[in-house]
């Protein structure tokens, strides 16, 4: 027997997308890059120094982050500035919110 959010198709894909979306962010280093993110933009470089890890490693997170949307960059010079997609997180905000609210 289906649990009752599975019901339809359309309660499936928020589901599924939630579910990717907290996978996106279940790994410790990119919940602290998005804390680091409310702040204000920042580039890799500093991003990395906040958190003490090497900076490929910020940029591999980064790069997971911007792939689901959740952050946005801009080039200026030889940096790359990373700022929190607001319209992205409220979104997920809502999603996850209508998601819990079902039980």
């Known amino acids: 027997m289906k649990p009752t959010c599975c019901m339809d198709d359309h309660t499936l894909q928020e589901v599924g997308r939630t579910s990717a979306l907290l996978k996106i962010i279940a790994e410790e280093n990119r919940l602290k890059i998005l804390c680091v993110l409310k702040k204000g933009e920042q580039c890799a470089c500093d991003i990395a120094d906040d958190l003490g890890i090497p900076q490929n490693l910020a940029s591999h997170h980064l790069k997971a982050l911007k792939n689901e949307g959740l952050i946005d ?3 200026e010079g030889t940096r790359i500035i990373y700022t929190m997609n ?3 997180v ?3 905000n809502s ?3 209508t998601f819990l609210s079902q039980f």
Do not use: Q, Y
């Open 73 to 75: 960059s801009r080039r």
């Open 86 to 88: 607001t319209k992205a």
């Open 90 to 92: 409220t979104r997920f």
């Open 95 to 97: 999603l996850l919110h």
